[in-house]
């Protein structure tokens, strides 16, 4: 087993500390190996996305569906021309007021510009810009597009801290790079161009509907439900097809319209189980975390900031694994703004198990 190093930054740090911090770990990933590295949604894991043998390690490590492509990070937007074909202008008026920021771009890649493990045999490439100091100057100082999904078990709910990517990948990989915890807690929102006005959202994300809408007055955003399933059909972007985000505890969503009604129904829940003998949690918010008699449970923020909540979901679910939790249930919320995000990231850490009452 190799041993992972750890190299701790601060983001408040100026360009000349972070590239003397970062230098070894820009130089492990030029040469091939895998880096871990925080962004300001979670930690990606990043390998060249030039180099198969490089990306290959990637899957490895995760145990991650090779039918499952890679978004590619850049630093600066002249990378673009090095990656993909002419694109809409529509696209182009996005980057400029969305990047950096939590937001992938499904364009036409140019041949041979990446690895094929990146697209998983498509004709487009995700790409990115994230908007974080210590990633940017990671990818900038390595000299290399670099392609980095989140830095975890393939499954499992997605990192936003150092720690919980070395309870997955401690061993795997060369490095990670400590930035602290990471800001917005939910991946990147995903999207691709249907046509010359219209934005499809593959995976909602960390960019909301409503500031897509925004940035674009004109263009019509073609939106799916949270909790919608995904087709049979490959992929077109992370996040699409498999069951992810999942702790190890069997996750039911209950939906109400009547959070009284919600609560009741969970309680009931856990009082069938009592005589199982298993560990049971709830997903609550802080409005209710009095409401519920369970061994674990947590609230992850006020359901009138959906933020809080985006942000803790991931480590609340770790934190029901680290307290051996076997049944679980989480409330829902609405789909407005970042709900969209968060009830899709639940509906599949639930394999898309809900009950309405």
């Given at each position: 087993m190799r041993t992972t190093k750890v190299w701790r930054v601060a983001a408040e740090a100026g360009a000349d500390v972070l590239a003397?911090?970062?230098a070894e770990a820009a130089a492990l990933l030029h040469e091939g190996e895998l880096v871990a590295f925080p962004t300001e949604t979670v930690y990606g894991l990043g390998a060249d996305a030039r180099n198969t043998k490089a990306v290959e390690g990637i899957f490895q490590a995760k145990g991650r569906p090779s039918d499952n492509p890679l978004i590619v990070h850049i630093a600066e937007e002249r990378q673009l021309e090095e990656l993909v074909l002419p694109y809409p202008e529509l696209a182009r008026r996005l980057m400029k007021q969305l990047w950096p920021g939590p937001l992938t771009i499904v364009l036409p890649v140019r041949p041979d510009a990446v690895s094929p493990l990146v697209t998983?045999?498509?004709s487009t490439v995700g790409v990115r810009m994230p908007d974080h100091p210590a990633a940017l100057a990671l990818i900038r100082q390595s000299g290399c597009p670099v392609a980095a999904p989140s830095a975890n078990r393939s499954g499992r709910p997605s990192p936003t801290l150092a720690g919980h990517v070395l309870e997955d990948l401690d061993g795997k990989i060369s490095g990670v790079v400590d930035g602290g915890a990471t800001g917005v807690g939910l991946e990147s929102t995903v999207i691709e161009l249907s046509?010359?006005?219209?934005?499809?959202i593959l995976r909602p994300g960390g960019i909301t509907a409503e500031q897509l809408q925004a940035a674009v007055p004109e263009a019509r955003i073609d939106a799916p439900s949270g909790t919608k399933a995904d087709t049979a059909e490959a992929p077109r972007s992370p996040g699409?097809?498999?069951?992810?985000y999942a702790p190890k505890g069997d996750l039911t969503i209950v939906q109400g319209d009547d959070p009284e009604a919600v609560v009741r129904y969970i309680q009931e829940q856990i009082d069938r189980a009592a005589p199982l003998n298993v560990r049971t949690g709830v997903l609550t918010f802080d409005e209710r975390t009095d409401a519920?008699?369970?061994d674990v449970v947590l609230a992850s923020g006020s359901e009138r900031h959906l933020e809080q909540a985006a942000h803790s979901l991931y480590a609340a679910l770790r934190q029901f694994d680290a307290e051996g939790v076997q049944l679980i249930w989480a409330e829902g919320c609405s789909e407005e703004g970042i709900g969209l995000a968060l009830m899709n990231r639940l509906a599949k850490a639930a394999g898309?198990?809900?009950v309405r009452v």
């Open positions: 003397g911090q970062l998983a045999g498509l046509d010359s006005d219209t934005i499809r699409m097809k498999y069951t992810h519920y008699h369970a898309h198990q809900s």
